[in-house]
Structures are given as structure tokens and as C-alpha cells.
T-cell receptor, first 115, second 111 residues
Framework: DTGVSQDPRHKITKRGQNVTFRCDPI?????LYWYRQTLGQGPEFLTY????????KSRLLSDRFSAERPKGSFSTLEIQRTEQGDSAMYLC?????????????FGPGTRLTVL | DAKTTQPTSMDCAEGRAANLPCNHS???????VYWYRQIHSQGPQYIIH???NNETNEMASLIITEDRKSSTLILPHATLRDTAVYYC????????????FGTGTRLQVTL
């Protein structure tokens, strides 16, 4: 069990550029979540996949954000036309289908800085 | 999901028990109490969860009051590595949906 991995760990970009982040969940976890965390705040939910189906999206996920999980394994989160307000830590988590506690296992996050 | 209230920060001496309180007065009958923690620059880490009985695992103990309106996370012998932000979250265990984090309690363990 190698845990949830995220790539890159850090990304610095200029306003208006597009960025894409990748998340590799724990093997055989069919549920995958994306969260965003700004300084001093707890993580905020963005979206959730069960296998390849995107089942829930937060209102925080504006039309500049898109997430995919094409084969039910890894997922990507793309932000188009980045704004300074997008600067945050983007966290990915996964959980297995059958687990009473339904705890989520988080990756280390991707820290985005928009200049 | 029910709202939770936690103190902003707490201190604890190394080796002593750390008792972190959480109020969740609007919790409903089928909602569980979850605790996660986040060490600086890392993703959140699951600690423990419970419904109405007290729970214990290798990391911590969870004490839930009889009326379920509050709970306490206990780290029996805090170490410097327990310094983190601790989040108390209420949600239905059968759901697969999001975790709703508040701002948590920043626990500082000191020598």
C-alpha cells in the first residue's frame, strides 16, 4: 500500500495559464475526492468520483475547473485561465467501497501559487 | 451534516494526555463523529470515529457523551509529533460523500 500520491507537489504559474494536477489513489479504492485548502482554513470539498463517474460537484467548482477519472483509476484536475484566488493546496483523497467507517485517505497535496 | 464547534487552539505538555473537545449539539441519530488531524504541510489523516459508544484504537480514544451532543478526543501520551490541527466532523457513516471540515483545533505539544 503506497498511499495516495499527487503530482506535482508544487506548481507556480502566471495568471491566465492553465494547470493540471494528477492524483493516483490507493489501489482498488473506487472512490476519489478532490478538496481545496486555503491558508488557515480546513479543506473544502470540490468533487467526488465513484469509479469513473463524477457523482457530486461543489459550487466552488466553477466552469474553469474540470476533473476527470477516465478509467476509474487516476484522476486529473484542470484549472483553466488561473486567477490569483485559485492559489491554494489541492488535496486528493480516496476510500474503498466497502468499509463501515468510510474513512478517506489523503494524499500530500499540490500547492498552487498563481502570480 | 451537523455543525461542530471546537476551540481554536490548545497546548499540552509532552507525555501528558491531550483532551480535545468538540460540540455537535445538532447531531442526528444516524450521524457519526469522525476525527482527522493535519500535520503541517501534509494531507489530513483519519484518527477515529464513533456513533455512541466510546471507541479506542492505537492512536486515540473517543468519548461521546450519552446525549451525543459533544465528544472528546483523547491522545493518552502526547508527543511532539502529535502537534497538528485536529478536526471534528459529523456525517453519516453510510454515505460516500464529502467531509465537511471546520477550522479545527490547533494542538501544540511542548517539552
Amino acid at each position: 500500500d503506497t498511499g495516495v500520491s499527487q503530482d506535482p507537489r508544487h506548481k507556480i504559474t502566471k495568471r491566465g495559464q492553465n494547470v493540471t494536477f494528477r492524483c493516483d489513489p490507493i489501489s482498488e479504492h473506487n472512490r476519489l475526492y478532490w478538496y481545496r485548502q486555503t491558508l488557515g482554513q480546513g479543506p473544502e470539498f470540490l468533487t467526488y468520483f465513484q469509479n469513473e463517474a463524477q457523482l457530486e460537484k461543489s459550487r466552488l467548482l466553477s466552469d474553469r475547473f474540470s476533473a476527470e477519472r477516465p478509467k476509474g483509476s487516476f484522476s486529473t484536475l484542470e484549472i483553466q485561465r488561473t486567477e490569483q484566488g485559485d492559489s491554494a493546496m489541492y488535496l486528493c483523497a480516496s476510500s474503498p467501497k466497502i468499509r463501515l467507517g468510510n474513512e478517506q485517505f489523503f494524499g500530500p497535496g499540490t500547492r498552487l501559487t498563481v502570480l | 451534516d451537523a455543525k461542530t464547534t471546537q476551540p481554536t487552539s490548545m497546548d499540552c505538555a509532552e507525555g501528558r494526555a491531550a483532551n480535545l473537545p468538540c460540540n455537535h449539539s445538532t447531531i442526528s441519530g444516524n450521524e457519526y463523529v469522525y476525527w482527522y488531524r493535519q500535520i503541517h504541510s501534509q494531507g489530513p489523516q483519519y484518527i477515529i470515529h464513533g456513533l455512541k459508544n466510546n471507541e479506542t484504537n492505537e492512536m486515540a480514544s473517543l468519548i461521546i457523551t450519552e446525549d451525543r451532543k459533544s465528544s472528546t478526543l483523547i491522545l493518552p501520551h502526547a508527543t511532539l509529533r502529535d502537534t497538528a490541527v485536529y478536526y471534528c466532523i459529523v456525517r453519516g457513516a453510510g454515505t460516500a460523500s464529502k467531509l465537511t471540515f471546520g477550522t479545527g483545533t490547533r494542538l501544540q505539544v511542548t517539552l
